[in-house]
């Protein structure tokens, strides 16, 4: 395995290893409870954060390769995380879990098992 894929394979596992943090925090958890509790919202963003930092770092090649994940995306999402925080709207964050998240982690564990 050439070094960059052995880099990109460890920032994948850090792509996943935050996506399971994210569930586990909201599991069983619905959109109001999700609102009231700062730390559960704080942790996840920190999570969303890793991912993003994380898949800026996936090499060209390997986002190539892979052109089913929205690389440029969770690049976005986790600069607005980290430059607007006040402009933060949780309940977008909310449908990012509930939505997004859990196909992201699909896709990730595929790649995981191919490279």
């Given at each position: 395995?050439?070094?960059?894929?052995?880099?990109?394979?460890?920032?994948?596992?850090?792509?996943?290893?935050?996506?399971?943090?994210?569930?586990?925090?909201?599991?069983?958890?619905?959109?109001?409870?999700?609102?009231?509790?700062?730390?559960?919202?704080?942790?996840?963003?920190?999570?969303?954060?890793?991912?993003?930092?994380?898949?800026?770092?996936?090499?060209?090649?390997?986002?190539?390769?892979f052109?089913?994940?929205?690389?440029?995306?969770?690049?976005?999402?986790?600069?607005?995380?980290?430059?607007?925080?006040?402009?933060?709207?949780?309940?977008?964050?909310?449908?990012v879990?509930?939505s997004?998240?859990?196909?992201?982690?699909?896709?990730?564990?595929?790649?995981?098992?191919?490279?």
């Amino acid at each position: 395995m050439k070094e960059s894929q052995l880099a990109d394979k460890v920032r994948l596992s850090h792509i996943y290893d935050a996506i399971i943090e994210i569930q586990e925090y909201t599991q069983k958890v619905d959109l109001e409870h999700f609102l009231e509790n700062s730390m559960m919202r704080f942790a996840c963003l920190k999570q969303i954060e890793i991912i993003g930092e994380a898949a800026n770092h996936i090499s060209i090649a390997t986002q190539e390769r892979f052109e089913e994940i929205e690389w440029r995306k969770i690049v976005g999402l986790r600069n607005i995380v980290v430059h607007e925080y006040f402009g933060i709207d949780f309940a977008v964050i909310w449908e990012v879990i509930l939505s997004d998240i859990p196909e992201l982690k699909n896709k990730i564990e595929n790649i995981l098992n191919q490279i």
